[in-house]
């Protein structure tokens, strides 16, 4: 994108505001033709006094002028910053919901931290180009608009020598954009890792404490900004030349103004009067000049922050389902894959081939060591992904034609992580049914036996558990998470090793919860620990994304194949058992 391009766009979103938008564009108008009649004013009270005449009503416009001018300047400032501030406010609201309803693949592939970083960095570079278009942008270029014709009015000579002055600056400006283009992107790029290293460690701040990693991180960051600061520097070099050579160039352009003045005065082509008024154009203009020299450096620096930042909004489209999609609703719970399959980018890892049904109110356990694809198997049931061959159908639809939303209403899901947001505890069960009653959060809790630890909190259900719920154990954790997965009701679970961080006698009762929770529901269940899935209708285990074996746990059991063997490693089968020989069931 142009600058142009990129400035138009930026202002776009002041759109929303016509009317008050309008009007600061008028007062700016305003001020802009009142400051191009005071050195006009001032030149008529030089030539008065020179020639003895009446200055008064001159000296009274022109100081007339200049309060109106000091009080509208104020309540343009005013106004703006207001919009500006508003602006950026709902800026910061309306990307923020963007960005979260965006496909989870398409965090997964750009970075929580990414995304953050150019949503702050872009609001701020918005709001200060908001403000400034509205304080000085716009008043700048409809007073340099007005300014040459004014002065080429009333003499051609002096006038040539604003223009030079103007080409000189445009040189300059244009020849040092091209020069650090480059450079500039390249600051960004160091930018966006320095925040990510920052982001990345005070997430994981836990495990930098436990390793000794304090020096060593802070280290690495040290590396980061020297490399920051060592791509910023020559961008900054040659706007510091810029600004020097702006500097002579209007240094020189005063000392002709008045050398041509000063023979025109005495030749009787012009009076005193025009010198000044001239002198007075000519400092408007270096001022003006300047603050557009700002204001393309401002739209320059801008640049790269705006355009990751307008990339991000386009990408809004990811979201957008197809036309004619339809809601999935009244599930009974029957769910299908057929001949499914999915690859990582550059990885082997995925699904292929994948072929089974659950029927409604089945519970399937998936198994397999890890990187075998049970994960990516529930992500495409969730359409985190969708298939790049094959089908997924719940109740004989195909998901790929029916809102992510309506799909994502049917099912449930306890994942490994818990993901518990830092709110109070009742905020994050009643995630999984925002209209919940209190009673019903705490019939969720029971359900969960999650209700005697939260009881012994002195807060009760409005504890707070901290980010990523890090106030909390791992296995209170996973109980709230069970608890909201309980509230939400759906006809379809989904457990993603939902018992892994309980201890044994937990386990057993949030085990009886669950068995009382996928009474009706089509459920899958993630698992290692093997004792966890001994009444699932069908197991599947998994291998490098394909089924090679499935049935009940008891045929598996007996069949004397990986599963058998895996109960084996587990201590679950005696390592005398005899598995009679079976062939591999095909996968269906």
């Known amino acids: 994108m142009s600058l142009f391009q990129v400035y138009a766009r930026a202002l776009k979103y002041l759109s929303s505001s016509p009317i008050r938008v309008t009007m600061v564009v008028i007062a700016n108008i305003v001020l802009a033709v009142i400051t191009i009649a005071e050195p006009i004013l001032f030149g008529r009270i030089i030539d008065a006094l020179s020639e003895g005449g009446d200055v008064t009503p001159i000296l009274i416009l022109w100081g007339g002028f200049g309060v109106f001018n ?25 990307a923020f919901g963007r960005i979260i309803s965006m496909p989870l693949a398409w965090h997964h592939q750009r970075g929580t931290s990414n995304a953050l970083h150019t949503l702050l960095r872009a609001s701020e570079t918005l709001f200060g180009l908001w403000l400034e278009f509205m304080r000085t942008h716009l008043a700048t270029i409809v007073a340099l608009s007005m300014l040459l014709p004014t002065a080429l009015s009333m003499d051609w000579r002096l006038s040539s020598v604003l223009i030079v002055l103007g080409v000189i600056y445009w040189i300059i400006g244009r020849t040092v954009m091209n020069r650090t283009k480059e450079g500039q992107a390249s600051v960004e790029g160091h930018y966006h890792t320095v925040f990510s290293h920052v982001s990345d460690s005070i997430s994981n701040v836990t495990v930098l404490h436990s390793y000794n990693r304090i020096e060593a991180e802070t280290r690495a960051l040290k590396g980061f900004t020297e ?36 023979v025109l005065v005495r030749n009787g082509e012009i009076k005193v009067g025009d010198v000044i008024a001239f002198i007075g154009f000519a400092n408007l203009l270096i001022g003006r000049l300047d603050l557009l020299r700002q204001f393309a450096t401002q739209i320059f620096e801008a640049r790269s922050k705006l355009e ?5 909004e386009d990408s809004v489209k990811d979201r957008e389902e197809p036309v004619g999609t339809g809601e999935l609703a009244n599930v009974r719970g029957e769910v ?44 495409l ?25 309506s799909l994502r209403h049917s099912i449930a899901t306890v994942f490994q992580d818990a993901g518990l947001l830092n709110r109070s505890i009742t905020d994050n069960i009643r995630l999984g049914r925002e209209d919940a009653t209190d009673a019903d959060v705490l019939a969720a809790a029971e359900a969960a036996a999650a209700t005697e630890f939260i009881e012994s909190r002195l ?78 209708d069908v197991v599947l285990f998994l291998d490098h994304g394909r089924i090679i ?29 005899k598995a009679a020989p079976a062939a591999l069931p095909q996968p269906a």
């Open 227 to 262: 490399r920051l600061i060592a791509a910023q520097f020559p961008v900054l070099d040659w706007w510091a030349l810029a600004s020097a050579l702006n500097r002579m160039a209007s240094t020189i352009s005063m000392l002709i103004i008045l050398v041509i003045g000063v």
């Open 70 to 94: 000091t009080i509208a300047y104020v309540l343009v400032a005013r106004e703006a910053d207001r919009l500006a501030h508003g602006r950026r406010a709902t800026l910061l609201t309306e």
């Open 308 to 312: 990751d930042f307008f990339r991000l």
């Open 336 to 379: 299908e894959f057929r001949d499914v399959s999915f690859d990582f980018a550059n990885t082997t890892q995925g699904v292929r081939d994948v072929s089974f049904t659950a029927k409604a109110g089945q519970t399937v356990a998936i198994v397999g060591p890890t990187g075998a694809g049970k994960t990516t198997l529930i992500n």
């Open 459 to 536: 807060a009760g259900f409005d504890t707070h558990v901290g980010e990523r719920g890090n106030r909390l154990s791992g296995g209170e954790r996973q109980r709230i998470a069970i608890a909201r997965a309980i509230l939400k009701n759906a006809p379809i679970l989904v457990l993603d090793e939902a018992t892994s961080a309980l201890d044994v006698e937990t386990e057993q009762r949030v085990k009886e919860a669950i068995d009382r929770l996928r009474k009706d529901r089509t459920t899958f269940i993630i698992a290692h620990r093997l004792s966890t899935i001994r009444d699932a």
């Open 381 to 405: 049931l969730q359409r985190v992904y969708d298939p790049q061959q094959g089908k997924i159908l719940i109740d004989g639809t195909d998901i790929a034609g029916v809102t992510r939303k």
């Open 549 to 577: 074996e499935k049935g009940t746990y008891d045929e598996l059991s007996a069949l004397g194949g990986r599963f058998a063997s895996l109960l084996k490693t587990s201590g679950i089968l005696a390592d005398d058992a």
